[in-house]
């Protein structure tokens, strides 16, 4: 792909209750995410990095959409598709939750929040996990009412977030641990807001229910975020490869175990041992895993855009991973990537070669995140 | 929106068999369809018409994903989930199937291809049906093998299909029936054709059953089609409205039953009574519907790109249905739209206002496809 090619927006790629306002902040590219536009460049990629790791952002993630599950069985229903062990999970926390099938294969890496003992909202990665939900329920006659609510994700990132926020809702939010929520008045209506974003720069999540409710609390926030700079934005391409963030479509698909994708610290025993997929986890868990994410220092010139996984090879020229996101850190000084790799070259300070869109290449692999360099 | 925002590809936008070709043909546009790049514009929408109207062309629609579903119980669970009667498929035809969930709401509305009595491939619209199909297999336990095959279907398309196919695999294919499918050599390997396909213009969908196919494929058709003037082109949002096809996720969503989505005739009794959902569809029957998918005529001169329903009114100012797709037809010499329109509006002749982007039209009610008019 030379060029960067247009977007054709119908209504089937569905637009958020904020974006107007982020047309009108001068967005100028997207990516289509849960059939949603999701916004991915304002100024330019480097420069919205640039505020974002100094400022304050407000970000349309609304597309990261919600499955609602009501009802009896809904904790029951919930611990059937993840790993984790949820038993302890409190009315106010967000896990992150690797979502498997039937292989072990991940085929999402949703946040869930638990509202009560039988209700939760599942904020999603870029798959139709309504139909996976829904498909299993009605399979197995389970008591619960699974749907898409309409609540949209507002995230607030960047180091200035609290301030922002406290001006907002007062002082109480700074005590917000991370993974935490708790509800918030913001212009006279409760939201439900959480510590978490797909960056790693601090900030919130603002749950926010009812379409009409998106552009009220877009101009609150700008209003109140002006003595911080505020600015429109989104999760940025170079900030989430420095911090390790995953981004499932491209670092992982369905042909990775969540072992594979360095999520081990989330696959419990309770879970895997009643979770659909558990038995092939645990025997991977017993017999090792054959390749894992890793991140990599690629040397040379500024990386193009990495479309398509870019392969890798050892000295003897053999296959031995590849690529899935490769991108220059202007604050490291050095071209990050994140990548998998196989067992016998998994080792931190392994060199290989990687087969970018421009060339060859050599790549050491290393840990992630890249905050370890 | 004012202004066509760029996409941006990363790997979870997954290129196709095709995309370097496609590429290299000069494409401008795409949309994002089942995670994967839908080519939309070449040279302009009208060019790109006139010319599928006139000649032929190959359409990249990889998109349409394939999900295969293979074992004793196969034929069980794809009748489960339509109520289309499936009792009479023959193993050389297609099936256009509504998929419907627990509430008679539209989820899909794929083609079904049926190889032989346990093996079936459903070639979807932009929803993860993977995930539906396999959660109700694995709740219910049913033996059958569910996913996604690496097929891909290429387009033929244009009133020329006919001839370049038959320079390619000789007269016979001349005979092959509508929605029937049989296998042809072409370039020493044989793939499964079916005469289908996204226009009005006739023509034939290859299934390309391996990635590495792909371009062989594209170059042959491309060498035999020079005499035929053959260009890259992909589905025509022009020509698709005059021919009354319609969209999934734009003209109807989950909030639309079959019956409003003008489909009445893939709903049989036989499906209904089996397949789930079947309920609510049979007393949609009988009490009748309380909306219904029309044509719509537009005064005025060029109406704007329709990214979100615009809302229609009657006379008195009340809300009576919205336009999803709308577009000028230069063979037509008129504004052609597609909507959803209220009962006691929906008789043909009937005058609305419409609400488009740049204001207040009259909309008049009429049949689809436009060819009537």
Redesign the interface.
């Known amino acids: 792909?030379?060029?960067?090619?247009?977007?054709?927006?119908?209504?089937?790629?569905r637009?958020t209750p904020f974006?107007r306002r982020v047309?009108e902040s001068g967005?100028?590219?997207?990516?289509?995410y849960n059939?949603m536009l999701l916004p991915?460049?304002f100024e330019s990629f480097e420069a919205d990095y640039h505020h974002l790791k100094k400022h304050v952002q407000v970000w349309d993630v609304a597309a990261e959409r919600q499955v609602e599950i009501i009802g009896p069985d809904a904790a029951k229903l919930i611990q059937w598709v993840t790993p984790r062990n949820l038993a302890k999970m409190q009315d106010d926390q967000c896990y992150y939750i690797p979502m498997i099938?039937?292989k072990g294969g991940m085929?999402n890496d949703p946040v869930a929040t638990k509202i009560s003992d039988n209700r939760y909202w599942v904020s999603l990665a870029?798959?139709?996990?309504l139909?996976?939900?829904?498909?299993?329920?009605?399979?197995?006659?389970l008591n619960v009412d699974i749907f898409e609510p309409d609540v949209s994700p507002l995230a607030v990132q960047g180091p200035k977030s609290d301030d922002l926020m406290a001006d907002i809702v007062g002082n109480s939010i700074r005590s917000l641990g991370f993974f935490r929520h708790r509800n918030f008045n913001i212009g006279g209506k409760n939201y439900l807001v959480a510590r978490s974003g797909w960056s790693k720069q601090g900030g919130f999540e603002i749950y926010v229910d009812g379409t009409e409710n998106g552009e009220p609390l877009w101009d609150i926030l700008f209003e109140a975020g002006e003595k911080y700079q505020v600015r429109a934005g989104c999760p940025n391409?170079i900030e989430r490869i420095e911090g390790g963030l995953l981004?499932?479509?491209?670092d992982m698909t369905h042909e990775n175990t969540p072992y594979e994708a360095g999520l081990g610290k989330y696959c419990h025993r309770a879970g895997m041992d009643v979770c659909?997929g558990g038995d092939v986890l645990l025997a991977e868990k017993k017999a090792g895993s054959k390749q894992m994410i890793r991140g990599l220092i690629i040397d040379g010139d500024r990386v193009p855009?990495?479309?398509?996984?870019w392969q890798l090879t050892n000295a003897a020229g053999e296959k031995v991973g590849h690529v899935?996101?490769a991108v220059w850190s202007p604050d490291y000084g050095k071209n990050i990537a994140i990548g998998m790799v196989d067992k016998k070259h998994w080792d931190h300070e392994t060199v290989l070669n990687v087969y970018a869109t421009d060339g060859k290449r050599r790549a050491t692999v290393g840990p992630l995140p890249f905050a370890a360099y």
Chains 1, 2 share one sequence.
């Not at 870029?126 to 996990?129: N, P, T």
């Not at 139909?131 to 006659?141: D, E, N, P, S, V």
């Not at 855009?305 to 996984?309: D, E």
């Open positions: 792909m030379t060029k960067t090619p247009f977007l054709s927006v119908t209504r089937r790629v637009s974006t047309t967005v100028k590219a997207y990516t289509v059939h991915t460049m099938n039937e085929i870029d798959s139709d996990m139909y996976w939900l829904k498909g299993l329920a009605i399979g197995k006659g391409g981004s499932y479509g491209t659909i855009l990495c479309h398509n996984p899935t996101a």
